[in-house]
């Protein structure tokens, strides 16, 4: 097993236990179409959706001093192994349950040390 995935075993096992910290979720991205060569649409673009477990904490001081900071934004954690590709500032986080379901954008996004989760800064969306 990689660490990513015992991060991911544990982080799920304390959240069946005790319910929480980490709640269902997922990545919404808008997908944009593609386009053959005389600019006609082959594929529409559209919205995905990706699944994944979230866990939503206060903001870090960190991002509490990164540019564009307010007060009411919040840190996220993603498991990486719950998460099937990459996160990015494009993307929104949906919480579909527990104590912070809703919509929440992605200001800013980075891997942990360990590269078992996707840390970043949200905001309401």
């Not at 944009?32 to 082959?42: A, E, S, W």
């Not at 995905?48 to 509490?64: F, L, P, V």
Request: hydrophobic content about 40%.
């Amino acid at each position: 097993m990689d660490l990513p995935a015992a991060f991911a075993e544990i982080g799920l096992g304390f959240s069946s236990l005790f319910g929480g910290p980490y709640w269902p979720a997922r990545v919404i991205e808008q997908v944009d179409p593609v386009y053959d060569d005389g600019n006609t649409i082959i594929t529409p673009g559209g919205v995905s959706y990706r699944a994944c477990q979230a866990q939503i904490d206060t903001a870090t001081q960190r991002m509490r001093e990164a540019e564009g900071y307010v007060d009411t934004d919040i840190a996220f954690i993603v498991l990486a192994d719950t998460l099937e590709g990459t996160l990015n500032t494009e993307a929104r986080i949906q919480i579909t349950d527990g104590p912070h379901a809703g919509i929440w954008s992605v200001e800013l996004i980075e891997r942990d040390t360990a590269a078992a989760g996707w840390v970043g800064r949200g905001r309401r969306a």
